[in-house]
T-cell receptor, first 111, second 118 residues
C-alpha cells in the first residue's frame, strides 16, 4: 500500500486543549479509519468513515472524510491525560484489499 | 468475548532460528493480515489472506511465511532469511471485500507480539 501523509508527527498539548491532526493522499480513498495505539499494544479503532463529507463523532473525538476523498482529519476536544498515545490514519483504495497507513501522530499531554 | 488474540506477547529468538507467531480470531472474519511495525514508521503489510487455504504476499514478504488452514487461525513464521526481524508484529482481521458494504474494509487488530533477536 502507499504511505499516507500524516501531520503533525508529534505534539505536546496542555490538558484541556483541543487537538487536530490530518492525513492526506494523492489517491482517492473509499474508506478512512482512525486508530489509537498505546505503547506495546495493538491499534484500537476510534472512528470509521465511509462516505465523502461524512462527519462522525465518538465522545470527544470527531473525524471527517474529506470532500475530495483524498484527506481526513481527527479532532480531540478537551484533551485529558489518557489521550496520550499514537494516532494512526488508514485508508482503503476502491480497488485494493490492503489498507494504507500514515506514520502516526504522537500525542503527549502536559497535566 | 469476541476478538483477536496473539501469542506470545514477547518472544526472543537467536539468530538463525525460525520462530512462529500465533494469531487467532473468533469474529468469524474471512480475511486476516500480518503487519510489521518499526519505531516511527507506519504499519507495513507482510502477508494477507482473503479466504482459507489462500494467501498473498504483501509489501515486505521476504523472509516470512504463512499458512491459512483454518478460518480462525493465521500463523506467521519468521525465518532465518529475514535480515532484520526485531520488530512489533500485529495481526488483523476483517470480513473481507464487499464492494456494496464499505464497513467490511474495517480491520481490527490483535494486541501484538514483540519479537527480539538476540
Amino acid at each position: 500500500g502507499q504511505q499516507l501523509n500524516q501531520s503533525p508527527q508529534s505534539m505536546f498539548i496542555q490538558e484541556g486543549e483541543d487537538v487536530s491532526m490530518n492525513c492526506t493522499s494523492s489517491s482517492i480513498f473509499n474508506t478512512w479509519l482512525w486508530y489509537k495505539q498505546d505503547p506495546g499494544e495493538g491499534p484500537v479503532l476510534l472512528i470509521a468513515l465511509y462516505k465523502a463529507g461524512e462527519l462522525t463523532s465518538n465522545g470527544r473525538l470527531t473525524a471527517q472524510f474529506g470532500i475530495t476523498r483524498k484527506d481526513s482529519f481527527l479532532n480531540i476536544s478537551a484533551s485529558i491525560p489518557s489521550d496520550v498515545g499514537i494516532y494512526f490514519c488508514a485508508g482503503q483504495l476502491s480497488n485494493d484489499y490492503k489498507l494504507s497507513f500514515g506514520a502516526g501522530t504522537t500525542v503527549t499531554v502536559r497535566a | 468475548d469476541g476478538g483477536i488474540t496473539q501469542s506470545p506477547k514477547y518472544l526472543f529468538r537467536k539468530e538463525g532460528q525460525n520462530v512462529t507467531l500465533s494469531c487467532e480470531q473468533n469474529l468469524n472474519h474471512d480475511a486476516m493480515y500480518w503487519y510489521r511495525q518499526d519505531p516511527g514508521q507506519g504499519l507495513r503489510l507482510i502477508y494477507y489472506s482473503q479466504i482459507v487455504n489462500d494467501f498473498q504476499k504483501g509489501d515486505i514478504a521476504e523472509g516470512y511465511s504463512v499458512s491459512r488452514e483454518k478460518k480462525e487461525s493465521f500463523p506467521l513464521t519468521v525465518t532465518s532469511a529475514q535480515k532484520n526481524p526485531t520488530a512489533f508484529y500485529l495481526c488483523a482481521s476483517n470480513w473481507g471485500r464487499d464492494i456494496t458494504d464499505p464497513s467490511t474494509d474495517t480491520q481490527y487488530f490483535g494486541p501484538g507480539t514483540r519479537l527480539t533477536v538476540l
